[in-house]
């Protein structure tokens, strides 16, 4: 029975990194047909937060104590409006490729977070794997080769790994919260308050919404991005880490830049350049010295 739900919890990861991994490419698509950055974003967070509270029925019934709505509220600007709500802003501003490799980031900057908050300790494995992740996200960020718009862009880059950083910062804070509520109780008021901030600073977004920008293509990609990408996603990364460790469930990430390269250059709205394989090279490199370093650690605890 064990081993048949760690299948399950692989299989989930890997089909949540391809949705994940999709997400870049079609939202750029969608944003380049007339929706804004600002208001995929806002539809983004408003329909996850009406997907988690029409699943309500179905699911067993928690109440929240009211300090811990005050941390979702925290949680849910640095999880939802700066993570979420920043990664797709930045994806309308810079390249699906760019912004797959920015990506795989995350686990870097969770280490220097935990590194300075939670303590944990700092080896020559960690620092290297950071020295060369930072070089390869800068590789990214200055690149100044112009290829007809679809090369990237200085702001969509640190837009992108804004939101690492902010997604990285609310799982150094907010685990321990994560674990005390079920994944839909907890979604539901993060997505709830995310929606509630991101309608109140851009209210006058949408509000100039054209309506034209809607045609079946584009419609397709929003509800795919909020369904799979928002929902499903967050449904499946907390099922696989339930039943396989977060060492094993960050290694997919490997697979999301793949997705997104794939699709990007697919749909014709990227093009791959030789500074994309330099710095994926190098974050990777960075990521897998992190993350095996502290699987490491953990195993030495475990052991001891």
Known sequence: MIERENVRAHVAAMVMVVMFGLMAPLGKDAMNNGITGLQMATMRIGGGALLFWLVTPLVPRERVARGDLLKILAASVLGVVGAQGGFIVGVSMTSPINAGVELTSQPIFALIFATIILRERLTWHRVAGVLLGFVGAAILVTQTAESGGKAGDFRG?????????????????FTSLMKRYSLFTFNRWMFTFGAMIMLALTLPEMLRIDADAFTL??????VYIVVCCTFLCFVLVTYALRHLPSTVVSSYNYIEPVVTIVASLAMGIAVL?????????????????????RAKNTANITTK
Do not use: C, K, P
């Open 157 to 173: 880059d640190l837009m992108v790994l804004a939101s690492q950083v902010s997604f990285a910062l609310y799982l150094t804070l």
């Open 217 to 222: 293509r584009s419609v397709a990609e929003v």
């Open 273 to 293: 350049q030789w500074q994309h394989l330099l710095a994926a090279s190098l974050i990777f490199a960075g990521v897998w010295l992190v993350v095996n370093d």
